[in-house]
């Protein structure tokens, strides 16, 4: 049976369990449950802090988890990341009070990311002390316990709420990932899950549009969609006429159905997916 950790709380927690229940998962999931089990697609899983998911699919006590990036990196455990997500999207940015100088050199960083931050700084040949928080370090440098912070920043409401400004480039850009133990084997059922996953994110990148169009201007219709190999045609009882359909991308759906219109197609409809393996 494939054991899988899941976030048990923030911003990944939910997105994951929703992205889970489209793939067919979590049925009857309750926000309590410590451990869900699936018998019949043979899975089990574990909800667990996200900062040390990494940790347990390291030392193989569970086989695959969904965590953030910057959490697995910071963890420094033994695991590879097989698959972006698409979701928890973050940078993890240094920040200083609004009136100071952008150098962090020799400085007092805060950071609940300590060798996360610790790697960026050889890797600058930056000397600075890194001072080990375990959360809210946006207040460090008001309560004189740091100079500068380096935190993972969503929207940065919070930091300039405090006072603070981002300075440079990110440290990381950050987001949703499945990972495992390094050295994993394959196996059927670690194959059938990410199968499932991507399943979904083609599901919610893609959308299905139908419209009806003159023989003649199917050329013209068809190089707006093209689809993934070909779009499908057939013909309409009425003379001269066509069916279409084919796979278009969700955010440029609106521009396809008036790109569509403009070149005769009527009746144009689009349609979610709710699963599709290409």
């Known amino acids: 049976m494939l054991k899988i950790a899941l976030p048990n709380k923030g911003q990944l927690a939910e997105p994951a369990q929703s992205m889970l229940r489209e793939a067919g998962y979590l049925r009857s999931h309750h926000p309590r449950d410590l451990v869900v089990r699936d018998p019949q697609n043979d899975v089990e899983f574990y909800f667990l802090r996200p900062r040390d998911i990494a940790i347990y699919i390291a030392r193989g006590t569970l086989d695959v988890g969904i965590t953030g990036r910057d959490l697995v990196l910071d963890s420094g455990a033994d695991v590879v990341e097989t698959m972006s997500l698409g979701f928890g999207d973050s940078v993890f940015t240094l920040a200083v009070p609004l009136a100071a100088a952008a150098d962090v050199s020799g400085k007092r960083i805060a950071t609940a990311y300590p060798r996360l931050l610790q790697n960026w700084l050889d890797t600058n040949d930056i000397s600075a002390t890194v001072v080990e928080l375990d959360g809210a370090v946006e207040n460090a440098v008001a309560l004189g316990v740091a100079d500068a912070v380096a935190d993972v920043v969503d929207t940065g409401t919070t930091l300039q709420q405090a006072g603070l400004a981002v300075i440079g480039e990110p440290i990381l850009v950050s987001e949703a990932v499945?990972?495992?133990?390094?050295?994993?084997?394959?196996?059927?059922?670690?194959?059938?899950?990410?199968?499932?996953?991507?399943?979904?994110?083609?599901?919610?990148?893609?959308?299905?549009?139908?419209?009806?169009?003159?023989?003649?201007?199917?050329?013209?219709?068809?190089?707006?969609?093209?689809?993934?190999?070909?779009?499908?045609?057939?013909?309409?009882?009425?003379?001269?006429?066509?069916?279409?359909?084919?796979?278009?991308e969700r955010n440029q759906m609106h521009q396809v159905m008036d790109d569509l219109y403009a070149v005769g197609a009527r009746g144009i409809l689009i349609t979610d997916l709710h699963g599709c393996r290409l």
Do not use: N
Request: no cysteine; net charge positive.
């Open 178 to 248: 499945l990972v495992l133990r390094a050295g994993t084997k394959p196996s059927d059922e670690l194959d059938r899950f990410t199968r499932r996953l991507s399943s979904v994110q083609v599901a919610r990148k893609y959308v299905m549009v139908d419209y009806d169009i003159e023989s003649a201007q199917l050329a013209r219709a068809v190089a707006i969609t093209p689809g993934l190999e070909s779009p499908t045609v057939a013909p309409l009882h009425k003379e001269g006429w066509v069916a279409v359909r084919a796979l278009v």
